[in-house]
């Protein structure tokens, strides 16, 4: 099964910038989707960031748009996300998520999580 290696993650003051990244093992299917979701602390759910297809351009949350950028490496199966002007909202544990398109139905799979920290 894909697994997939995020990296990055850390304490950052409001205002401040991070980059995290995540690669996936090799996949005998197709990697749909990269993207990423963060749980912030004392939440129940993940909350999506954003998404890199295949082709097309990354879709991302309201909350973030135009502060984070994904780009995606569809040949190295790799996907960064780009973190600007963090503020202490921005505070969760960040997972990599890739959706891969089996002969069948779609696969979802998840990394470890990275924990990013913004506090002044």
């Known amino acids: 099964q894909v697994q997939l290696v995020e990296s990055g993650g850390g304490s950052v003051q409001p205002g401040g910038s991070l980059t995290l990244s995540c690669a996936a093992s090799?996949?005998?299917?197709?990697?749909?989707?990269m993207g990423w979701h963060r749980q912030a602390p004392g939440e129940d759910q993940r909350e999506l960031v954003g998404r890199a297809p295949i082709i097309g351009d990354p879709r991302y949350s309201d909350s973030v748009k135009g502060r984070f950028t994904i780009s995606r490496d569809t040949a190295k199966n790799t996907v960064h996300l780009q973190m600007n002007d963090l503020q202490p909202e921005d505070t969760a544990v960040y997972y990599c998520?890739?959706?891969?398109?089996?002969?069948?139905?779609?696969?979802?799979?998840w990394g470890q999580g990275t924990l990013v920290t913004v506090s002044s």
């Open positions: 090799k996949s005998e299917y197709p990697i749909a989707v």
């Open positions: 998520e890739a959706l891969i398109q089996q002969a069948t139905d779609y696969l979802t799979v």
